[in-house]
């Protein structure tokens, strides 16, 4: 059978998501030894089927249907989809995820549960692989709690720690208030287009003005995802887990699935909400950069930096630029996996992840080092690496966006956007300087000591690391017009800004050699602790939120023991008390009536005796008397 | 047949048990067990010959049980009539299964197993009579008669506290069949059995001869005041008290009744009355106090019972009796009703956040979730009313499980606190999984049962034509709250290191071989219904679309 027949491409769908699920229970049972060449395997199965898949994509988006729930006339179907869009992202989700598969083979070595690890992972991957290839937004809805789940179980991995198990509940929770928002919205979706395909949201949108609350409600779930402003806390938290849980979840999966819906609900953004969701997204760049920069740990440098480029992504969403923004996730993916593998080895040689403990690491680690160097340079959008040509899109089409607007205020969002990807570069550079150059600082391992890492460590950072270069995406590699990308996905704006390369590469400039002369304030000025704490998000939330809910359950514990119940105890209690009052009332007035009665009877008796006197004629007089009474009663 | 034999059998095993002598005591669990586990065969036969398609009763069984004449005042008639549909079939396979749990769970009793057993017996006979009861007055019967077992079931193996827990319980309920009992006569003076009457009058010889036609004429007849009052035949049966053409032109709670007392029409009185009665079952917030004093006194596995089976009926005498007998009654307070709705999930949920006792989380958790049930009925939509309905089945058996699990660690080290306990996956891994699946299927993560229930109760009530939509949009909160208090308990007593109370005493040894056996089994079957719930909307879809039809005129 020609594999390109929509039958064997259903077919092919079909086995590729039910993978990872079979790969998840296969893991439950299967040795400790074979588990990670088990999933390896399953996953590397997986890429090699979604890079068929992706070659043999039909020009119509394939649909594969089932009934899920028939309520008395309205079906509700498991529908997947399969289009380029969706092609795209399983590539890279099965790419990143072997990468970081094989790289945990080492990194994990004496994890003793491991079996439970690479379980979860295909959890991950599985439930990851469902929301790209979801054709609904319930299907969406359900693979995005089912995310939720595989990264709470990843992320509290160490659940022995208490940090973990809290960073993990935290992640769900955040995410939950996201999601209750974006179920909210599919209730308005349905309520409104009387159907939840996606493939109905191109035409739906036509001809009626969309509730602006539709599109915000349903951006709450990417809020929360994709840790936009305010829902991001959980992600700096998210740390707890094993350093390669977290390259997959900060490059391809999880937060990835936030800009992923965008792209899917795009057509649903009225654009009023579309303007909201450009402003969270260029507030939530400008937060996450800014935290970023104080910093010490290495690993929540990089977390901030994503926040940051989520922004981005985001913003680039809300500017209309939908192609733009998911060039910005594929590339990212790449380079941040990367930098966070390459961080992983950096963790293994030091054993800290406090870079004020590190520094000077250039010789020590080489490979480790270039390709550390390779994907910063790419994140922070140094020309000839990808970063460079994702950016450039991005900032491209939000000025292309600003210039439409009617107000001239909305040309604020592509200057900050600019401004941050500066602000990437100072922070990234910093990083570089503290991590790699300077005096090695590490009190409990010396310098030789450290090593590089296991091959298949150093395997994936090098591919990554590799694919961090701007070649790969386009020939010119200072222009990104002309990229394949955009032949899979068209691009929305074509217009260029002749000084917009300039002017970035000179903010690139400034903004790294900031950063690599910067030194840290030894004092923890305001400035400093709005960084460490990421502008008091964590504080604000934990007052405003969390306390007053606390607050307010036993609050009403209380009431309901004291109130509620108490009302209820009382009314039983009263219902006794009459009880005891009747009772009393009974022998007091009742029975005293009855005694009173018989005293009144006896009293009577001695009036009456006179009256039997044993005479006769008195005895019938008053029969015949009283005979003649009861017949006149009963004769009228 | 079968369902005579769902009622009759457990009650036959109750008598068998309370006769056998004393040295069979060991035999009583296994009696107890086959007759539950013939329960739930009987069940899926009754499952196998129910008619997807059809909207009617179906395996009705019909006698004639008493006929009173009261001279003028017509005569009065009941009936041992029962029947299945789709709103009773999934309770009654759902009961059928959470018994044979029960029993399971019950395995560990060590005193007084005769009269336990017995008790159980009787309560699973009088349980299942009640959900297939088509009568009002045998309903009734069947609904009072499991007071009794309940109340001995609490009060005399229950906790230290269990007088007083069963004692509350035991008034509460009454409280609400009294009310229940009232509307029930004012209800049967005001109908009449159509066929019945009939054939009082004269007019066909036998009910075969019924015809459509033969009930409009009879019915217009009625309603013109042209039947001889002394010739109608007052009912219960539940077909003909929710036709509302059976009502009598001058009876108390006939629709077109003028009656008003303290502002309200009779029949909005009514309404309430049965709703209140029914409300305290399920049990709807303010009415819910007895419902955790009961649980954390009652033992495992009247907990069990009692979360898993008994609060459905609340539930299924809202869709079967209070809204099928009174439309008007519900469709004129939907918002109120919905609110009452949105107040059990979000104060259960709230309350259920502060409890620091294991099965007091759990039981104001199946406040919050039965909250869900009331606001899918109120919301008179196709996705609330299946959503409801499949909310209870899956409540019943996630309920259970939960039950279970606190039932473990309290059999272990008789402590229920939270803060007992940490770490404890260390000692027990194969309990903390389980639990894990428990809490986060009762959360409603999609794939699991609880999920589904949520999900069409709250679509159903945002899509109601009746209700706000804010009302929706603060029931989704309570998910919210379900997630933080159930990760908070996992993180709390599983996560972290090891440590408990009872550290010098108790070895903390991970599930029996019995426990998992009770909790693998619910746990594939919220799965199963999460993934397929097709599985119960296809038994409810035909019965739900026509009792919609009642509302869609209004």
Known sequence: MPVHTPLSLSLLTTVLLGLPFVGFLALAVASRRVSALLASLITGLGLGLSIVLALHVPDQPLTIQAAWANLSGTLFSASFRLDSLSALMLVLVHFVALLVQIYSVAYLHDEP?????FAYLQLFVGAMLGIVLAGNLLVMYAFWELVGLASYLLIGFYAERPAASKAAKKAFLMNRVGDAGFLIGIFLTYYFFRTLDFSAFNTAGAGVTLPTVLGLCLFMGCMGKSAQFPLLTWLPDAMEGPTPVSALLHAATMVAAGIFLLARIHPLLSPDALVVVALIGTITTVWGGYSALFQTDIKKVLAFSTVSQLGLMVAAMGTGNVSGAMFHLLTHAFFK??????????????????????????????????????????????????????????????????????????????????????????????????????????????????????????????????????????????????????????????????????????????????????????????????????????VLFQHLVINPTQKLANLLSRADRRLVDGAVNKLGVSLVVLAYIVRTLDRLVIDGIVNGAAWLASLLGQMTRSVQ??????????????????????LY | MILS???????????????????????????????????????????????????????????????????????????????????????????????????????????????????????????????????????????????????????????????????????????????????????????????????????????????????????????????????????????????????????LLNPASQLIVWGFSARQLAFWAIFIGFAIKLPIVPLHTWLPEAHVEAPTPVSVVLAGVLLKIGGYGFLRIAWDFFPDGAVNYTQILAGLGVLSIVYGGLNALAQADLKKMIAYSSVSHMGFVLLGIASLTAEGINGAIYQMVSHGVLSAMLFLIAGVVYDRTHDRRIDSYRGLMKPMPRYTTLTA????????????????????????SFQSRWLAGWLTVVATTGVLLAAAYFLWTLQRMFFGPYWSRHEATTVLTDLTAREKLMLIPLAVLALLLGLFPNLIFNLTNATVTQWLLKFSVE
């Open chain 1, 113 to 117: 549960r491991l079996r439970r690890y």
């Open chain 1, 337 to 538: 996996a990367g930098l966070f593998l390459s961080a992983g080895a950096v963790i293994h040689a030091v054993h800290t992840q406090d870079m004020r403990h590190m520094g000077g690491l250039r010789q020590a680690l080489p490979i480790t080092f270039w390709s550390y160097t390779l994907c910063a340079a790419a994140l922070a959008g140094v020309p000839f690496l990808s970063g460079f040509l994702s950016k450039e899109a991005i900032l491209g089409g939000a000025f292309d966006w600003a210039n439409q607007q009617t107000s001239g205020l909305a040309s604020i969002i592509p200057i900050l956007l600019l401004l941050s990807s500066g602000l990437t570069m100072l922070y990234m550079a910093r990083q570089w300087r503290l991590v790699f150059f300077g005096n090695y600082r590490n009190r409990h391992i010396s310098l030789e000591q450290t090593h590089e890492p296991d091959w298949l460590m150093r395997g994936p950072m090098v591919v990554l690391a590799v694919l961090s270069i701007g070649f790969w995406f386009s020939i010119n590699p200072l222009s990104v017009h002309g990229s394949w990308f955009f032949c899979v996905l068209p691009a929305t704006s074509e217009s260029h800004f002749w000084w917009l390369a300039p002017v970035s590469i000179g903010l690139i400039a400034v903004g790294g050699w900031a950063g690599f002369r910067m030194k840290d304030p030894r004092t923890e000025t305001l400035a400093v602790r709005l960084s460490l704490e990421y502008g008091f998000l964590d």
């Open chain 1, 613 to 634: 006197n044993g005479r006769v004629q008195s005895y019938i007089t008053v029969t015949v008397v009283g005979l003649v009474l009861v017949l006149w009663w009963l």
């Open chain 2, 5 to 251: 034999l769902l009622i009759f059998l457990p009650l036959l095993g109750a008598l068998v048990i309370a006769l056998l002598p004393e040295s069979q005591v060991i035999q009583f669990r296994w009696i107890a067990f086959v007759i539950t586990l013939a329960e739930v065969m009987l069940s899926v036969v009754a499952y196998r010959e129910f008619n997807q398609a059809i909207d009617d009763y179906q395996l009705v069984e019909q006698v004639n049980w008493i006929t009173l004449p009261l001279g003028n005042l017509g005569i009065v008639s009941i009936d041992y009539l029962l029947g299945i549909d789709g709103i009773s079939l999934p309770l009654v396979i759902l009961s059928a299964v959470v018994m044979l749990i029960g029993v399971g769970a019950s395995w560990t009793m060590t005193h007084r197993l005769r009269a336990y057993y017995s008790l159980y017996l009787l309560l699973t006979g009088t349980v299942m009579g009640c959900f297939v009861a088509l009568d009002f007055f045998l309903f009734f019967l069947f609904f009072e008669f499991m007071l009794l077992p309940m109340y001995f079931l609490i009060g005399l193996w229950g906790g230290p506290r269990r007088e007083y827990a069963s004692i509350k319980f035991f008034l509460y309920t009454l409280f609400g069949s009294l009310l229940i009992l009232l509307v029930m006569i004012g209800l049967s003076l005001s109908v009449m059995d159509p066929v019945s009457t009939a054939i009082t009058a004269g007019l066909i010889p036998d009910p075969s001869a019924v015809t459509d036609e033969l009930m409009r004429s009879i019915q217009s007849a009625l309603q013109s005041g042209q039947l001889n009052s002394a010739q109608i035949v007052h009912t219960f049966t539940m077909r003909y008290l929710s036709d509302s053409n059976n009502y009598l032109p001058n009876a």
């Open chain 2, 437 to 460: 699946i428990a809490f986060f299927a009762s959360l409603g993560l999609p794939g699991f049962s609880g999920f589904v229930g949520e999900l069409f109760t709250l679509m159903g």
